[in-house]
């Protein structure tokens, strides 16, 4: 009866609310009828009940007990993860719900980063696309798979600014920008959980990792992170807020040593900042042993120690050690742990767990995932997120598109005719046979009116040279050459550093044999991460940036070579020159002596330029876009308030296309220093040749904030310079003042 009843309420409260149930922390409105039954579950839970809801233990039981259904039975288990098999999901969580005392059901966790079975371009390459629908429905498409297979809890969106790309992570988020990056949050947590957490096609979203994890020195994995806690706030923890504001479910805090306190035993992030500052509702899961991690970090001198500092800051789920399980129930017998930190744990993962439905429908129905998993709709989604998240980097003379009238083709390289290489990083749960390649998308696009000579010609890394030869042959004897190149799955991601960035193995010597035939040369780049393509850019004619394209990745690729898409796709990320320039943003700061192109005594370097190879919000076109005509309307501007920016741009191209306009601003002084350039909005329009739109931005002054001399979130009086243009370098420039 109790279930008929809640499952009422929910659907109810969903039907309410203004919007989407999604909002986990609306304040002042939890759902009352669910606070009343975790009421009524805590005040039965004995110790271990409750620290068993605080653990999560991974599907092999690893540093976990050895009888695993026992354990959930005894209720000592209240979470899995890395369980994508729904047989396997149904099973354990009918141990918990018929066979424990409580019938508390499991919460079942997994890694879909992005996609689940379709999976679709990496993280990074999706936000190239700057494409916030789309964004959306490919978290909707990840969750609806998910859900299918018994996966309850996604640990993404990942949003961890990232302005180092030696660090292999940050190809998993949307770049180093704050404002981008925050839209992307709030679109992923909108896409993965809906409007109703407790719907059979949407998932608890985890934003993570919780904080800062980007900043990692020299960009080497888990690295010590000090960082300033202004740029803290004003540059890594929006994306999260937005996430939180939108209603995320879950964060994930994170392994590293911030300013000297970890971040899984941080009170003044997991706490203060989270639950005091934002009101955030769910519940906190540590990453992958960050708890017991604060032992060799050197704040905890035994998982005692680890388990308190962990449990005190306001990690509410231990995943993987069991410091929590071991200790916890001891910890408050004898005096030294409050039974009400367990509490405030528990009631906030029964909170997600009651919404997401859990107790009213524990299990999930086998069948559903025969008509969801890689579904017709959902490959196609997954081929036009390849064809957005595409990046034109250079397209001399108008090598492409393809002209129809092309003969053969020597399609050369690694990833020529390669399926696991483009599905890359973590995308566990998706599989090599899915994937169209770029053989395939080819051969499929160009039929019989064209010949494709393919030669792999070296490996993705190694020095051997002996596939050269062919390589050549097949160049010589082809009309145009294109080259696959690139990173393979296991350059980049987690644990996987580099500080060298150049292609690797010994592809760019393949690339320089190749070229020696004076064949044009399309390059299609493979990659998770910026890469130092300095002798590429200066030397191949046309250079198409795919990421890690995912199962559509043949087809997408098909549809831009050919012309059937025109690429629109811009950069989220700096690509430096060189490793020495790093870390290089479009948003740093003037300094006192700024470089002004002389030789004198400014900041810059005796031996490279300060400028990127490549700046944030690059993206070239088939056609040609003309911006004109800026308007401020009002140049002087009160606070509160709003400056109108207007602009023409006009396709003076041959070729429809999308445009991302974005929009730049300049603090000229503050109380303390700020950026060169800020984004401040963007407009992915689409134009046909010749035609001319008028693009507006409604500018708040409130989005003018930042984190004061006083670290205090304010916006500040005075002069401020405007861009409108088609990336971080380039536009039209116009000034306003605020009052
Ligand atoms: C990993 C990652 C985290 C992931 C978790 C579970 O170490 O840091 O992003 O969600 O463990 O796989």
């Known amino acids: 009866m109790i279930r008929k009843i809640l499952m009422v309420v929910c659907i109810l409260t969903a039907y309410l609310h203004p919007g989407c149930q999604r909002q986990m922390n609306q304040a002042g409105n939890p759902d009352s009828f669910v606070e009343a039954n975790i009421d009524g579950l805590l005040a039965k839970m004995t110790l271990e009940e409750k620290v068993g809801q605080m653990s999560q233990v991974n599907k092999n039981g690893e540093d976990g007990p050895a009888d695993i259904e026992n354990e959930v039975r005894s209720g000592n288990i209240g979470s899995f993860l890395n369980i994508a098999d729904v047989d396997l999901r149904n099973k354990l969580q009918k141990i918990a719900v018929e066979e424990s005392r409580l019938g508390i059901p499991l919460i079942f966790g997994y890694d879909v980063i992005h996609g689940h079975r379709t999976i679709f371009p990496v993280p990074l390459g999706e936000a190239a696309g700057w494409d916030l629908d789309l964004v959306e429905k490919t978290a909707s498409v990840a969750a609806r798979e998910a859900r299918a297979v018994g996966i309850d809890w996604t640990f993404s969106p990942m949003i961890d600014i990232a302005r180092d790309p030696r660090w292999g992570r940050i190809v998993e988020g949307a770049g180093e920008d704050a404002y981008l990056g925050s839209l992307i949050s709030s679109a992923k947590v909108r896409g993965y959980q809906g409007c109703d957490l407790s719907a059979p096609d949407t998932m608890a979203a985890c934003l993570k990792h919780f904080a800062v994890y980007g900043a990692s020195q020299a960009g080497r994995e888990y690295h010590t992170t000090e960082v300033p806690l202004r740029t803290i706030r004003d540059v890594y923890l929006p994306l999260f807020k937005a996430g939180v504001e939108e209603g995320a479910a879950t964060l994930m805090s994170g392994f590293n040593d911030l300013n000297g306190v970890p971040v899984s035993g941080n009170k003044f992030l997991l706490t203060d900042i989270l639950r005091n500052e934002w009101g955030f509702e769910g519940f906190v899961v540590s990453d992958w042993r960050s708890v017991k991690q604060l032992i060799p970090h050197g704040i905890a001198e035994d998982e005692t120690q680890a388990a308190i500092l962990g449990a005190t800051a306001g990690v509410d789920m231990e995943m993987v050690s069991r410091t929590y399980i071991n200790n916890l129930p001891r910890l408050v017998r004898e005096g030294r742990i409050s039974q009400d930190v367990l509490d405030t744990a528990v009631r906030r993962i ?359 001399i006083n670290m205090e979130y304010n916006v500040e009086p005075g002069d401020f310079k405007v861009w409108v243009g088609p990336n971080s370098v380039e536009g039209l420039e116009g000034t306003f003042e605020l009052l």
């Open 350 to 708: 029964l909170r997600v767990k009651f919404r997401l439905g859990l107790f009213e429908n524990p299990y999930v129905d086998p069948d559903v995932q025969k008509s969801v998993i890689l579904a017709p709709e959902n490959r196609k989604l997954a081929r036009k997120a390849v064809c957005e998240s595409m990046v034109l980097l250079k397209n001399e003379n108008n090598l492409l598109p393809l002209n129809a009238s092309l003969q053969s083709i020597a399609l050369i390289g690694p990833l020529a005719d390669n399926q696991k290489d483009l599905l890359g990083t973590w995308s566990y749960s998706g599989r090599s046979e899915d994937v169209v390649t770029v053989l395939k998308g080819l051969q499929d696009a160009l039929g019989d009116t064209c010949k494709i000579n393919y030669a792999k010609g070296c490996e993705i890394d190694g020095i051997l040279t002996e596939g050269f030869s062919e390589a050549i042959e097949a160049a010589n004897k082809s009309d145009l050459v294109i080259m696959a190149v690139g990173e393979g799955i296991m350059h980049n991601g987690e644990a996987h550093s580099r500080t060298n960035l150049n292609l690797p193995g010994n592809q760019l010597q393949l690339l320089k044999e190749v070229e020696k035939t004076d064949k044009p040369i399309v390059l299609i780049l493979f990659s998770g991460r910026p890469l130092t393509i300095n002798w590429e850019l200066e030397n191949i004619p046309s250079i198409l940036l795919a990421w890690h394209p995912g199962v559509e990745g043949g087809n997408g690729i098909a549809d831009v070579l050919s012309g059937r898409y025109n690429p629109a796709g811009k950069l989220t990320v700096t690509f430096p020159r060189n490793v020495g320039q790093i870390p290089i943003y479009y948003n740093m700061k003037n300094t006192g002596r700024p470089f002004k192109g002389d030789d004198g005594d400014t900041s810059r370097y005796i031996d490279s330029p300060n400028t990127p190879l490549l700046p944030f919000g690059y993206g070239l076109s088939y056609t040609t876009f003309a911006y004109h005509n800026l308007l401020i309307e009002n140049q002087k501007v009160k606070i509160p308030g709003a400056v109108k920016i207007t602009v023409d741009i006009t396709n003076t191209g041959d070729a429809a296309g999308h445009e991302v306009a974005q929009l730049y601003i300049r603090d000229i002084a503050g109380s303390v220093t700020r950026p060169v350039k800020e984004l401040k909005g963007f407009k992915r329009i689409y134009l046909k040749s010749g035609e001319t739109k008028t693009v507006t931005f409604n500018l708040q002054t409130s989005e003018l904030k930042f984190y004061d």
